[in-house]
């Protein structure tokens, strides 16, 4: 199944620089490990934004969801969800 996911981060102001460092180097090794995986088919920067627009291949809305909490940076999101499948126009033939 496809979902369109939008990531907001909101990390708290005082939060330690150390720590926010260290989430983001986390969030991004498990970020390129499941875009490996090929559950984490493509990732886009929102311009101006602390976001991203996501596009996550999974067996299940559960098994989305529990990829989502293994994100460390999972408890400092707002999070859109919308699955999607492909349109019948599309020329591409790789979309599922």
């Given amino acids: ?3 369109h996911v939008k990531m ?3 990390l708290p102001a005082d939060m330690d620089p150390a720590k926010a460092t ?4 986390d969030e991004k090794e498990l970020a390129q490990s ?3 995986a090929g559950k984490w088919r493509h990732l ?3 311009a ?3 976001a991203n627009y996501s596009v996550f291949e999974v067996e299940s809305v559960e098994a989305l969801h529990d990829t ?5 940076l999972f408890p400092y999101m707002d999070i ?3 699955g999607v499948c492909r349109h019948p126009s599309s020329i591409y033939s790789d979309d599922r």
Avoid: C, D, S
């Fill in 1 to 3: 199944m496809l979902f």
């Fill in 8 to 10: 907001t981060v909101k």
């Fill in 22 to 25: 260290q989430l983001k180097a």
């Fill in 34 to 36: 499941l875009m490996r």
């Fill in 44 to 46: 886009w920067r929102i």
């Fill in 48 to 50: 101006g934004h602390y």
């Fill in 68 to 72: 989502l909490l293994q994100l460390p």
């Fill in 80 to 82: 859109e969800i919308n």
